[in-house]
């Protein structure tokens, strides 16, 4: 029990110390797929780039703003499927990393805007694009941009 105990506040303690900073400011959305969060600490040592919460609430953003990029790809997205169904985008995922000294960092994170068929019992799931979102980080400064759309398919989806 004892050893249970320490591993428990060990586990707690790391994650309290290694937790994902939050911004001081809300996220502020500059345009329809750009948008900037601010941090108290300005040499985080890559660590600002590491908060998902901020690019949840980012993605949110577009999908609730119809001249976003991503807003109009997960109607485009619904349209081809034919059917009614669930569009939302996964989790994203780093796909590139540099850090420059302790303030600043580059980054691209992608996401896969997919699809459900809603109507039936079955689970007919589709990936129709990837996103590449630009995580820039300068100082305490992160700016989050929605740069490019990708149409996704496999090759055994067009045989």
């Not at 034919?82 to 996964?90: D, I, L």
């Not at 420059?100 to 079955?122: D, F, P």
């Amino acid at each position: 029990m004892k050893k249970m105990l320490v591993f428990i506040v060990t586990n707690l303690v790391a994650r309290s110390v290694f937790a994902a900073p939050a911004p001081v400011e809300p996220l502020k959305m500059i345009s329809s797929d750009k948008g900037v969060a601010v941090y108290a600490d300005t040499c985080s040592n890559g660590a600002n780039s590491t908060d998902g919460e901020t690019v949840r609430e980012f993605i949110k953003n577009m999908e609730a703003d119809k001249n976003s990029k991503l807003y109009k790809i997960e109607q485009k997205a619904a349209q081809e499927r034919k059917a009614e169904v669930y569009v939302w985008v996964s989790e994203p995922t780093l796909a590139a990393h540099v850090r420059m000294g302790c303030g600043e960092s580059y980054n691209k994170q992608i996401a896969m805007v997919n699809t459900q068929e809603k109507a039936y019992n079955g689970h007919n799931m589709r990936t129709s694009y990837i996103i590449v979102i630009k995580d820039t980080v300068e100082g305490g400064v992160r700016t989050l941009e929605l740069v490019d759309v990708k149409p996704f398919s496999l090759k055994s989806d067009n045989e």
